[in-house]
């Protein structure tokens, strides 16, 4: 085996063979900075990386392991966080020349978990300006043509180039989920609250979710046990303890889970290929599927979901909008004149009716495992089309603060990825793995038979 061969190494392969000493840390580091050296030229994938310290970071891991000392969950393990979450001897810089050179004074809250887990942190990915909508110049490791989705850009193509195993990204509307989906990748956005995001830029206290991503469910499920924890500066983290994602990626179901699927009004939003590869999963899921159409108020929580928005992401940037505002976006200036044009009023009706959404899902999953629904429109969008992609098969369950997954299952008709996305219940993301890894399975099972 090659050393360059180590960049295909899943975390949770890297992790265990760099504990057992078949492997070093800064072999593995070196692997993943030869691989982004001969293709980030296209993708772009990242805003800051210094390859020394991440080299220097691998060798002092490897050191306290050969002493015998105590190692972590991911020890030597290289991570990517998208260019919104502080740390103090990186830039953070937001994806605007706005805060070019931004040194914060310390690490959030997750960089802390990744670092007494061991983990090595390679660099900074690019993000959207400010995590929203305009684009930032990262390409699609699949067609550099295409977008590899948004806000999350980065994070979700040097995942899939395989510059790093894992990667931190954030979600307020579909920001982990559909970039998934568009690069092929597992994202995965936990129950609100599980993750601290004390230290992440914030657009929305009421909706932005951290989460990540990875080439496998066991791996997403190891790097969100690794990251979450309470957190009494976040005001949406649940002082409880969390679901074991690893145990439940591993799980074998007690009994074959009851998935459901609903119509929407805006299905008519997705490609025929989308559609025809869905309706494939369906069929081979042997009935655990059913269908429903979804009532008016839950097709209406996509509004809901932008009241919200817009009503907060005003409020977020408004120093920086006051000093700055011809350097900000166009895409960022409409969402702050949307958001002026919502009372308080309306505002706090629109926090009423997402606290409704989360009592009916809490009903709801007492009778399904899981929902079954689209991570995308389709196919990664083309970079021509100045944006990201459509977010609005993953507003619902963002709102209603559910856990969500990007399983890579389709390929459309230009042979792009395709993500499915699965949503679970508040607090059983476990279960919701556990699900998926049974999805799989299933799927796996019928493809060897030849069905």
């Not at 840390?25 to 990386?49: F, H, M, N, P």
């Not at 690069?183 to 951290?210: A, E, M, N």
């Not at 499920?221 to 303890?241: E, H, K, W």
């Not at 920086?320 to 166009?330: Q, R």
Request: aromatic content about 6%; hydrophobic content about 40%; some cysteine.
């Amino acid at each position: 085996m090659t050393k360059h061969d180590l960049s295909l190494f899943s975390a949770v392969q890297a992790a265990e063979a760099i504990q057992a000493g078949r492997i070093s840390s800064e072999a593995l580091v070196e692997a993943c900075l030869k691989r982004i050296e001969e293709t980030d030229g296209v993708i772009r994938a990242w805003a800051y990386i210094d390859a020394s310290e991440a080299l220097g970071q691998a060798r002092e891991l490897d050191r306290i392991r050969k002493a015998g000392r105590a190692t972590g969950a991911l020890h030597g393990v290289p991570v990517g966080l998208k260019d919104i979450v502080d740390t103090r001897n990186m830039p953070t810089e937001c994806g605007t020349p706005i805060f070019a050179g931004r040194h914060p004074a310390s690490d959030a809250r997750i960089v802390e978990h990744l670092r007494e887990a061991g983990a090595v942190i390679m660099g900074k990915t690019k993000t959207t300006e400010f995590a929203f909508m305009h684009p930032a110049d990262t390409c699609n490791p699949f067609d550099p043509a295409r977008s590899p989705g948004g806000s999350s850009s980065g994070s979700a193509a040097a995942v899939a180039a395989r510059h790093v195993p894992l990667a931190i990204g954030t979600q307020t509307g579909g920001s982990v989920i559909r970039p998934a989906s568009f690069c092929g990748v597992y994202g995965f956005k936990p129950t609100r609250g599980t993750i601290s995001r004390s230290g992440v830029f914030r657009t929305s206290v009421s909706l932005d979710h951290v989460g990540g991503f990875a080439n496998s469910l066991e791996d997403i499920a190891l790097l969100t046990d690794v990251v979450s924890g309470y957190d009494q500066n976040d005001p949406v983290s649940f002082a409880r303890p969390r679901a074991n994602m690893l145990e439940g990626a591993q799980a074998e179901v007690p009994v074959e889970p009851n998935i459901a699927w609903l119509n929407f009004p805006f299905d008519d939003r997705l490609d025929a290929d989308t559609v025809e590869g869905i309706n494939a999963v369906v069929d081979a899921l042997g009935g655990r599927v059913e269908r429903f159409s979804a009532s008016p108020q839950l097709a209406d929580l996509v509004d809901v979901h932008k009241t919200i928005y817009d009503y907060e992401i005003r409020q977020n940037m408004a120093e920086i909008s006051e000093n700055h505002w011809p350097e900000i976006s166009v895409e960022m200036r409409s969402a702050i004149g949307r958001g002026a044009e919502i009372s308080e009023a309306q505002y706090k009706d629109a926090l009423s009716v997402m606290g409704s959404a989360q009592n009916f899902f809490a009903e709801y999953f007492n009778d399904f495992d899981a929902i079954l629904a689209p991570a995308a429109t389709g196919e990664a969008v083309p970079i021509v089309e100045g944006h990201t992609g459509d977010s609005v098969f993953c507003l619902t369950w963002t709102l209603a603060g559910l856990p969500c997954l990007t399983l890579p299952l389709l390929v459309g008709q230009n042979d792009m990825p395709i993500g499915v996305q699965l949503i679970g219940a508040v607090e059983e993301d476990d279960r919701l793995l556990r699900t998926a890894s049974w999805v799989q399975r299933r799927l796996r099972s019928l493809e060897n038979k030849g069905e």
